[in-house]
């Protein structure tokens, strides 16, 4: 019979045409600038010229960018009504910052891998592989200890780790031991598996250090949750913005500006009132990064300089978080001084792991933290 | 003394039950299945500080009164719409005449067969995609990177149920007694597969067609895992802006699909009610 | 009439000459292509987005960070956290494809009788399809929803009933807790895949039984249940995989620690803090694949038993 002789035949020609055609690059760049190796706008040549070489390349893709962190939905809502020629795709919001690096080795070469990444720091540090480096117009104005100096990644916005809760439902902790109490039970919940997320990792390092303990040794941490486990009032379920509503997790540990993007959400459905505990407060921020081999060089580029524009920074402000600029921005006034003065309290000390203490913790977490909660 | 069906018409030959234990059954564990449904509407209804309850979300969301974000479901409704009829196309025209011929000409490889097609729900769809992205990048590069291209891993994914599906009906019907008479009738293969095989099959066919588009419109991991927009990556995003309206979304998307099927059902069954020459 | 004789054999090279017939009907005889090219496309189709998919990700179970082979990766499966991750994946898997199943089965049992293009099988085919896939952040909310801490029965039997389901500690956001989620998809599923099977039931059979004295216990037991016994065995099998690999809704569940296999693989690579660990998540899902194996070979052992009572 001829027909699956054929049939077999012709799958075979077109697999082999298929690989045949992969082996066949095309990575000839258009136009005269390659926007892939530039590394400030003086590369493209103006502001006006960046825009352009963005606008023809007609998209950008992000990724892990949840519309309701730090108020991105309103950035992400104002970066495509300024530039409707560049279509912007969400890719996967509740993406880890592992996720997003993951993505773009799984995509690596396709139209529909990441431009650009938002990243915790210790994937930042471990990934520098993949980023190309880049420096924004107010490069200068980044505190030294917040960008990498090859331009590989740099901070963009950060926070306080914070109690947020639902004062109908609970009393308004005033410290650490509060949780303990009898009013919590079955009522404090992290976002997310210390030895996976950043924003629970960070929620064991403030419980450290309000729990007398040191970044050096993260057992004081895992030492409360266990206690907090003990007596009942560890609820271990992810917290979403669907759980705080329904009342399933009342009191959540979270950075202060997601737990200020709840309150925002939930404006009229449920009270929510974000604390940063007094004392020793434990900061972290996220930090922006270009992908090497982004689809789209200069709309990557084009973001990035429209991130670190006073206009978005301010955006970030209200979204509850702390820009990166904020400090040459409350210089030179260009802060917005009511979301500034919205912000929750500072605590007196301000603590930020480093590299090293971020692997030992990490470390100790994997090892102790799944007995500890069982 | 007679155990023939009192009920009208046997779906089988088996004695029907009676007609109280049959809706007891049906009652008690539609009941069971309805309470999480309800939950998720009475969570959607709640007016909020003040108490009570209203439709008012409904409202908006009924009303098409969405702010820009929810754009991106259209389109992505329209995605996995196109992914679930080409998903059934490549099930129907790869996996069910090697199954038939499997059946009838080669059984010893249905073990074989039935392994491979066991395998891709052996596999977490996490690990899966860190197979598929190398493959699918050579597809990217060849045939650019359309949504319609996941048709083809989705198709390995409803493997398992789709040949659960026809295999328990091929097994039912003697496959090889229709086949000889066919033959001995003169008929060639096609026509074989075609008018003697398939609507016999046509239950086990339209319980795979269904599979496969629940399984569709229900995937999530890997469109995400290889940025692609379908219904699930869409719901997802939208879900970040209110969660009230990210629920009535859900369950709007579920009734979506319910009726969708609703719909593939009449049609498979409309060819049923043909007359058909029996044998 | 069930059957049709044929009247006689037809030959190679019959005066209706057609120019597809692979081979012919008498089985002795094969023309020089053999059958077996038939399933050419099918398996070109399974070896280019199955077999090369599984190939590479196992293939990243042998080797570590900068590509060397190793076998680290699979003694790390001997690590007692992994096992118990197994353990309790196989008891959920196995318990969860038991209960969905025999319910699964029920509700099949509950529908013959009924008219096949009836409304009330059409809208159960349909919802059954809809619910067998509706899993993840949904699922799990619409559990959190019914009987979280603030659920809807959960208050309901605290409030009216003075029954707290949560006395001994909240078991929902751990495994236990998943055991009623995974039934809720899993018994969809088996009414889908089991419903056809119950064509194989010829009314000829209680007819028989009936007419040699037997009762509908009889029929069933005797008759009905060893026929359909391969096809239930393979649903159950397939319950079982489903609910192995399934861990969208486990994920959005249980938040702390990875109690099941596959929210391992997640952890092992999509972990922010643990970082270097994505080749654990290959020798994790070959781990996977010797389970299932070792599944499927129960079944093929029971299958042959359950053979022997058919024809």
């Known amino acids: 019979m001829n027909t699956t002789r054929t049939l077999a035949g012709v799958a075979l020609v077109a697999a082999t045409a298929m690989t045949l055609g992969a082996c066949a690059t095309d990575t000839a760049p258009e136009g005269g600038i390659d926007a892939s190796t530039a590394t400030s706008i003086a590369d493209f040549g103006t502001f006006a010229d960046l825009e352009a070489a963005a606008k023809a390349e007609g998209a950008l893709n992000v990724i892990a960018l949840p519309r309701d962190w730090a108020n991105y939905g309103e950035i992400l809502d104002l970066f495509i009504e300024r530039y409707p020629e560049i279509t912007v795709t969400e890719a996967s919001p509740d993406a880890s910052s592992a996720e997003e690096i993951q993505a773009a080795e799984n995509l690596a070469g396709q139209d529909t891998a990441p431009d650009v990444f938002d990243l915790g720091l210790a994937v930042a540090l471990s990934s520098t592989d993949y980023f190309a480096p880049y420096f924004v117009e107010r490069w200068d104005d980044i505190p030294a200890a917040l960008k990498d100096e090859d331009g590989l990644f740099w901070a963009d916005y950060g926070g306080y780790m914070a109690i947020g809760y639902d004062p109908d439902a609970v009393p308004a902790p005033t410290s650490l031991q509060d949780l303990l109490g009898e009013e919590y039970r079955g009522k404090v919940a992290i976002n997310g598996d210390p030895t996976q997320a950043g924003a629970a990792f960070a929620a064991v390092g403030m419980a450290t250090v309000q729990n007398g303990g040191t970044l050096d040794d993260f057992q004081a941490g895992i030492d409360f949750f266990a206690e907090l486990n003990a007596a009942g009032n560890f609820v271990k379920i992810d917290p979403t913005p669907a759980t705080v509503a329904s009342g399933e997790t009342p009191v959540v540990f979270d950075w202060d500006y997601l737990n200020a993007g709840y309150a925002a959400e939930l404006e009229g459905q449920r009270n929510w009132e974000v604390v940063v505990l007094p004392g020793t407060g434990y900061a972290g921020y996220y930090n922006q990064a270009i992908n090497k081999d982004a689809p789209h060089p200069a709309a990557a580029r084009l973001w990035m300089e429209f991130l670190y524009s006073p206009e978005v920074q301010n955006l970030w402000l209200k979204g509850g978080a702390r820009p990166v600029l904020e400090a040459s921005m409350v210089a030179n006034g260009e802060i917005d001084e009511a979301l500034y003065a919205a912000l929750p309290e500072a605590p007196a000390d301000t603590v930020v792991p480093s590299a090293e203490q971020s692997e030992a913790a990490a470390t100790l977490l994997g090892e102790q933290w799944a007995t500890a909660v069982q | 003394m007679s155990v023939v069906t009192r009920g009208p018409g046997p779906v089988s030959g088996a004695p029907a039950p009676s007609r109280w234990l049959r809706w007891s059954i049906l009652c008690i564990i539609g009941t069971l299945f309805a309470v999480p449904i309800i939950a998720m509407v009475e969570f959607t209804l709640r007016r909020g500080l003040e108490g009570g309850y209203d439709f008012s979300r409904w409202m908006l969301v009924l009303t098409g009164s969405l702010g820009p974000e929810y754009r991106v479901l259209g389109q992505a409704i329209g995605n996995s719409l196109v992914l679930a009829a080409a998903t059934v196309a490549l099930m129907i025209v790869l996996l069910v005449p090697t199954m038939i011929l499997v059946h009838l000409k080669l059984p010893r490889w249905r073990r074989v067969l039935e392994f491979v097609c066991l395998l891709p729900i052996s596999i977490p769809a996490i690990v899966l995609v860190v197979g598929l992205a190398p493959v699918y990048g050579v597809i990217a590069r060849a045939a650019g990177s359309g949504v319609w291209s996941l048709a083809f891993a989705y198709s390995v994914l409803v493997l398992p149920f789709a040949y659960r599906a026809v295999q328990s009906n091929l097994d039912a019907i003697d496959a090889q007694t229709l086949t000889e008479a066919a033959r001995s009738l003169g008929a060639s293969w096609p026509v074989v597969i075609a008018r003697v095989l398939l609507p016999n099959l046509r239950t086990g066919l339209l319980a795979g067609a269904f599979i496969s588009v629940a399984v569709v419109l229900g995937e999530f991991t890997i469109a995400s895992l290889l940025n692609r927009q379908n219904l699930q990556t869409a719901l997802v995003i939208v879900q970040k802006d209110d969660p009230f309206i990210a629920v009535i979304v859900a369950l709007l998307s579920l009734l979506f699909a319910f009726l969708l099927l609703l719909v593939i059902g009449f049609i498979g069954r409309a060819g049923a009610n043909r007359p058909r020459r029996t044998s | ?253 249980t938040s702390q620690g990875q109690s099941i296999v596959p929210l391992q693989i997640r952890a092992a690579l999509t972990s922010e803090t643990l970082l270097g660990r994505e080749n654990l998540a290959g020798a994790l899902a070959l781990g996977m694949i010797i389970v299932m194996a070792i599944a499927m070979s129960l079944y093929a052992l029971l299958q042959r038993r359950a053979a022997r009572w058919q024809r």
């Open chain 3, 1 to 253: 009439m069930t059957t049709v004789e044929p009247r006689r054999p037809v030959r190679r090279g019959s005066t209706a000459a057609r120019d597809e017939s692979s081979a012919s009907t008498a089985p002795s005889r094969r023309r020089a292509i053999s059958p077996s090219w038939g399933v050419a496309p099918f398996a070109l189709y399974v070896a280019l987005f199955l077999a090369l998919p599984t190939a590479i990700a196992l293939g990243t179970g042998f080797v570590d960070g900068e590509g060397a082979f190793t076998f680290d990766n699979i003694a790390a499966l001997g690590d007692p956290f992994v096992i118990n991750g197994f353990t309790t994946s196989i008891v959920l898997s196995a318990v969860t494809a038991l209960i969905g199943a025999v319910l699964g089965a029920l509700v099949c049992y509950a529908l013959i009788g009924t008219r096949p293009d009836g409304p009330l099988r059409s809208m159960i085919d349909a919802a059954s399809g809809v619910l067998a896939q509706f899993g993840g952040v949904m699922l799990a909310f619409a559990f959190v929803a019914t009987i979280g801490i603030q659920g809807l029965i959960t208050v309901q039997l605290r409030d009216v009933f003075g029954i707290d389901i949560f006395a001994d500690g909240v078991w929902l956001y751990e495994a236990p807790g998943l055991v009623l989620p995974y039934i809720y998809f899993q018994v969809p599923l088996m009414v889908i895949i089991f419903l056809p099977a119950l064509e194989a039931l010829k009314p000829q059979w209680a007819e028989a039984a009936a007419t040699l004295g037997g009762t509908t216990a009889t029929y069933w037991r005797r008759i009905a249940l060893p026929v359909l016994a391969p096809s239930f065995l393979g649903s159950l099998l397939l319950l079982f995989a489903n609910a192995f690999s399934s861990y969208a809704t486990a994920a959005a569940l």
